[in-house]
């Protein structure tokens, strides 16, 4: 007789989290000084209840929004931040970034391989006649990484002997089969850039990196950051929104490509949810610790059946993303359906790959999340297209990656989509 499918499941999983347990003391212990580097700045910046409130209108003299601001500031290092639910996502505040400080006939020059899905239209590579940054006459080069996923250090100066207004990294490995950057590394590439040329502006895609390490991009040369709110700093309870975050005159240029030239940072209500964007700072270390053990976790699973895992059981962790190649279409789908059926919201679903706004290849994505296209709850996606790699990110607590992890396994094995199935 052999197992029944659940048992085994159920033993994999339990034999993973066991293995991960000496990686959950030393994560959860992470906790605590991130934890008092918030508290820090907001008890530096005098946050009161009064600060949860917002004005209506234009939303000037916002006293909630401006503590909002200088707490981020704080909190991710930089001279200044701007934090706006009116931000529809990561992508936007990048974009408003990008299109606020670059100017027709600049430079833009990505360090870390071609940039994420969703920024080919917004630089032009992909797509026309929705005004790309290529539209407004920017010019746009990448260096391409070296055969093992790295940045190719050496060829920068050849990629630099042109002037260039910025340079573009992304920290997170986004959907490339890559490892993502450590602070240590980006802190490093802009040492050579602004070796190279002074006056060129670091601008780092900050998404899913937040708070995982104890410096921020903007503590080690970064002139200018962005990310979303519904990944790390949200706390799994901001319902929107996205920040940049960085040098003052900088940042207040991004926010003059959100509202308008002449508004910039002064405008915009908060809904009256400062409250939620407050405590869901607060709820972060504590909220992105799980999310990195959900990711542990999740590579354990896989590793332990044969399948190639990034970052290692173990690894260097720069951000909260776990990627998983599976080779194949069919167990990818198969992993996404059984996430989906263990979510708390929309658990009758079935995920099937179809066209997503700004991505090239049709997405299969397992998001049953209280906020939609909330990264920091429990949820997985994947662009169908070789070599059919699984990106899991999130998650509120463990528990609830192991229940999703024995459901997909439970699903893999009965398939006969996995090189181990249960043993006798």
Known sequence: ??????????????????????????????????????????????????????????????????????????????????VRLQFVSGTHAIASALFGVLR???????????PY?????????????????????????????????????????????????????QRSCGYSWRPSLTVEQIGRLAERVKALQPHCLVFVDNCYGELVELQEPTAVGADLMAGSLIKNLGGTIAPTGGYVAGRRELVEQACCR????????????????????????????????EALLCAE??????????LAVNPLVGGVRSDVIQAVRFGAPEPLKAVCRAFQACSPVGSYL????????????????????????????????????????????????????????ERALVALAEAGLLPVGPTP
């Open 258 to 289: 959100l509202t308008a030239p002449g508004i910039g940072s002064e405008g915009g209500t908060g809904f009256d949810l400062h409250r939620l964007l407050f405590q869901g700072l607060f709820l972060a270390p504590q909220m992105i610790t």
């Open 104 to 114: 027709p006939g600049d430079r833009l020059l990505a360090l870390s391989g071609r």
């Open 1 to 82: 007789m052999s197992l029944p499918t659940s048992a085994w499941a159920a033993d994999q999983v339990a034999a993973a989290s066991a293995r991960i347990a000496p990686l959950a003391a030393e994560r959860t212990a992470g906790v605590k000084p991130r934890l008092d580097r918030v508290l820090q700045a907001f008890t530096a910046e005098r946050l009161g209840v009064h600060h949860f409130a917002s004005v209506s209108g234009y939303g000037h003299g916002d006293l909630g929004r401006e503590v909002l601001d200088r707490v981020f500031a704080r909190v991710l290092q930089a001279e200044a931040a701007a």
């Open 350 to 405: 079935d995920p099937i790959p179809a066209p997503m706004p700004g991505y090239a290849s049709d997405l299969v994505m397992a998001g049953g999340t209280f906020i939609d296209g909330s990264t920091s709850e429990f949820s997985a996606d994947a662009p169908l297209r070789e070599p059919y790699v699984l990106y899991a990110q999130g998650g509120t607590h463990r528990a609830h990656a192991e229940l999703a992890l």
């Open 117 to 169: 899905d969703t920024l080919e239209e917004v630089i032009g590579i992909r797509g026309s006649g929705q005004g790309s940054l290529a539209e407004f006459g920017i010019v746009y080069d990448e260096l391409d990484l070296l055969a093992d996923g790295s940045v190719d250090e050496a060829g920068i100066a050849a990629a630099l002997a042109v002037p260039t207004r910025m340079v573009l990294i």
């Open 297 to 306: 976790l999740t590579a354990a699973v896989f590793d332990g059946l044969g």
